[in-house]
């Protein structure tokens, strides 16, 4: 049985995905489909393990 790697997070890949969904030539089950395999879910991870919070907002 061959194993699968999870390839590094794409920003390139993301945002372009992000900018096809804004402009609607995509459907959102499309593009979530490209965010999951350009590795959203790890860069959601990362900035969350890190502490990063959006920029205004307040912990605590």
């Known amino acids: 049985m061959s194993s ?6 794409d920003l390139s890949k993301l945002i ?3 900018e096809i969904w804004e ?10 489909s490209k965010l999951k ?6 860069v959601l ?3 969350a393990d890190s502490g990063w919070v ?3 907002a307040t912990v605590g």
């Open 4 to 9: 699968f790697e999870i390839p590094t997070p």
């Open 54 to 56: 959006p920029g205004g």
């Open 23 to 32: 402009r609607g030539d995509e459907t959102p089950g499309k593009t979530m």
């Open 37 to 42: 395999t350009a590795g959203l879910p790890a």
């Open 16 to 18: 372009a995905a992000w």
């Open 45 to 47: 991870q990362q900035l």
